[in-house]
């Protein structure tokens, strides 16, 4: 049944999406660093290139599809912090480069980014792996059809478990002794 804010058709035109992101975020690259130069043609015709190279490849178009709405989330999400920071009393951003927040936002993209892989390719990368499936005699497996499952099974596996809880007892322990 169809309803006004049915947008199914949409999924139609996921191509279009990450075709133009490509071209915009490489043509302000090219723009912003001058490494061609600063021809806007040249510019344009290699974003173009670029970018319509990417329509070759499904996985990477299913990639940048799975990333940008995370990179979106966490946008909104910081610029709502430095204006609560703003709210509390800071009054300056610049306040924000002297801290440690340039490799969260790292860290955060790199999160994002190998969440993608995993979404995209850990299916069939599994597939693959399952004709060579060895497990050592008295060991369990956690190797099974579905790869969330397995990420579930493996990141929850009581050994998982203890070795982060051995890790964040060290961490606790030489932040503490060194401080």
Do not use: C
């Amino acid at each position: 049944m169809a309803t006004p804010l049915d947008l199914g058709i949409l999924q139609l035109f996921d191509f279009i999406f990450p075709v133009l992101l490509v071209w915009a975020f490489l043509f302000a690259l090219l723009q912003k660093t001058e490494v061609v130069g600063k021809s806007i043609g040249i510019n344009a015709i290699i974003a173009s290139a670029v970018s319509l190279t990417v329509l070759l490849s499904r996985t990477v178009i299913d990639l940048i599809n799975f990333i940008i709405p995370w990179f979106a989330i966490a946008i909104i999400f910081f610029v709502l912090m430095i204006l609560l920071f703003m709210i509390m009393g800071a009054k300056d951003i610049q306040a924000y480069k002297q801290t440690n927040i340039q490799w969260i936002l790292v860290a955060v993209g790199i999160l994002i980014v190998v969440a993608g892989f995993g979404k995209v390719l850990g299916q069939s990368l599994l597939e693959q792996s399952a004709q060579t499936e060895n497990v050592a005699e008295g060991q369990e497996a956690v190797a099974g059809a579905d790869f969330q499952e397995n990420i579930y099974a493996t990141l929850f596996h009581p050994k998982i478990l203890g070795l982060l809880v051995v890790f964040a007892i060290v961490v606790f322990t030489v932040a503490l002794l060194s401080g």
